[in-house]
């Protein structure tokens, strides 16, 4: 079976961070800024000094069946948590979703 190719997009807020996590975040926050974003196959945390949203952008692999979408986005948002609970982020409720990179078509002018 053909693994397929998926961008998965996981937005969330920051929820009850204390105040040695809110100055971490906000001396890194250079770091995590969109220009420095994309999708990667490790996942790429971005937010700004507000401190309140966030988006963690992965490139993941999956299986192709009936279910590759939904697995591709389970697959991200677990990389997501994990990566904000190793970091020390608590957060609110995320949003999830997922693009097949096999499916899109670049046309030419």
Do not use: C
Not at 87 to 98: I, M, N, V, W
Request: aromatic share 6%; net charge negative.
């Amino acid at each position: 079976m053909l693994d397929r190719t998926y961008r998965v997009l996981v937005r969330g807020t920051f929820a009850g961070l204390s105040d040695d996590t809110r100055a971490r975040l906000r001396a890194e926050a250079d770091e995590h800024s969109l220009l420095r974003s994309g999708f990667t196959r490790e996942g790429t945390l971005t937010y700004d000094r507000s401190l309140r949203p966030f988006t963690f952008r992965i490139e993941v692999s999956v299986p192709a069946g009936e279910r590759e979408e939904r697995d591709a986005a389970d697959e991200g948002e677990l990389a997501a948590i994990e990566t904000l609970a190793a970091a020390g982020y608590p957060h609110g409720e995320l949003t999830t979703t997922a693009t097949n990179q096999d499916d899109i078509k670049i046309r030419s002018r």
